[in-house]
């Protein structure tokens, strides 16, 4: 039995794992590539998720975790299309589309928007996203399942 067919309600999985280190001596490079990424929602709630942790200024590892959702996000739809060709091909894909908010409590979701939700739309449909972050030492993991 194709494994894919005995599925029931999981259209793909995803997980990530970013090196805070590596990440945060990234984002602190002058022309990084992570310099648009971000949403300007994203970019506030890291700060402000990292002002209450009592280190200002040290957003690196609020934003190396939405980097891990944004990857693993991308990862579980591409899992869900599996042997099709992927919608948006991966250099045209607009990374604040795909963007990672908390809410009042700090549970993360994804928000997707524009040509991306279009695209996830017209590839399975109305999907549910599923996203759980975590951060420990040096280290961010995301995980994320569509249903």
Not at 43 to 50: E, L, N, T
Not at 107 to 135: D, F, K
Request: one cysteine or more.
């Amino acid at each position: 039995m194709n494994t894919r067919e005995g599925r029931v309600g999981v259209k793909g999985v995803g997980v990530d794992v970013v090196d805070l280190g590596a990440f945060a001596a990234s984002i602190a490079e002058p022309g990084t590539r992570f310099a648009n990424v971000f949403s300007a929602t994203e970019r506030r709630q890291a700060r402000d998720a990292a002002e209450r942790r009592g280190a200002r200024g040290d957003d690196a590892q609020h934003l190396g975790a939405r980097w891990a959702a944004k990857e693993a996000f991308i990862k579980a739809w591409s899992e869900a299309l599996y042997g099709q060709s992927p919608p948006i091909a991966p250099e045209d894909v607009r990374w604040p589309e795909i963007s990672v908010v908390s809410d009042a409590w700090g549970r993360p979701a994804i928000r997707l928007g524009g040509r991306i939700a279009e695209a996830v739309r017209a590839s399975l449909g109305e999907v549910q996203i599923n996203l759980s972050l975590s951060h420990e030492g040096d280290t961010a993991t995301a995980f994320c399942v569509l249903s």
